[in-house]
């Protein structure tokens, strides 16, 4: 199985709704990564989390770390087509990983105006 | 911010023949990059871990003869496909690792990299 799960896999949702994506690891986080990639594009990195609580926001944008359960939601507010794209979450899952990263397969995100 | 380059953004080549990609770390050095694969609707898959001054390190199942890497600056890493076939297929992405000021260790990605094989 997959060490890093995201879900949704995809997710279609109306201009102006909320919405939020989560990612679960199998093993302890040392380090949280969101980031965002449009089609045939690079990454484009969102926020890092690091400790048990830890939550962060970029505009409309907000990611909480749980460490205990092992899992980062990514929650966007009021959504707009500009938020479109995959959302993939990486995370270093050894304390010395010397910056390896594993990622998730990514959620496709598609905001309908 | 850290910005990182890829060239070039899209490549055809036929069976048989080489092609290089070039990742640069444009504002910052970088001792550490590292190179992914990406197939379509599926995530990063690491390749290899590019050290500036030595050898890569190469992930399990990954052909070192057959992804030539070489990082012989601070700032440029290359990956060399060999004798490259239709399965090379791949968005192939860079990444530089980054100890920018005020910043904790983050990966910066290049805009990656289309090889098609014909």
């Known amino acids: 199985s997959q060490e890093l799960e995201q879900s949704p896999q995809s997710l279609i949702v109306q201009e102006g709704k909320n919405l939020t994506i989560n990612c679960t690891s199998s093993k302890t986080l040392y380090g949280l990564y969101w980031y965002k990639q449009k089609y045939g594009e690079g990454l484009i990195f969102l926020m890092m989390l690091q400790k048990g609580g830890e939550e962060k926001s970029h505009e409309k944008i907000t990611a909480k770390l749980d460490e205990k359960k092992q899992q980062s939601s990514l929650h966007i507010t009021a959504s707009q087509p500009s938020h479109a794209g995959i959302y993939l979450c990486g995370a270093d899952l050894h304390r010395n990983n010397a910056g390896k990263s594993t990622f998730g397969d990514g959620t496709t995100l598609t905001v309908k105006p | 911010g850290a910005v990182v380059s890829q060239h070039p953004s899209r490549v055809i080549c036929k069976s048989g023949t080489s092609v290089k990609i070039e990742c640069r770390s444009l504002d910052f050095q970088a001792t550490t990059m590292f190179w992914y694969r990406q197939f379509p609707k599926k995530s990063l898959m690491l390749m290899a871990t590019?050290?500036?001054?030595?050898?890569?390190?190469?992930e399990q199942g990954v052909e070192k003869d057959k992804f030539l890497i070489n990082h012989a600056s601070l700032t440029l890493s290359t990956l060399t496909v060999t004798s490259a076939h239709p399965e090379d297929s791949s968005f192939y992405i860079c990444s530089a690792r980054a100890f920018l000021a005020g910043e904790t260790d983050t990966q910066y990605f290049g805009p990656g990299t289309r090889l098609t094989v014909l």
């Open positions: 590019s050290n500036e001054g030595s050898k890569a390190t190469y």
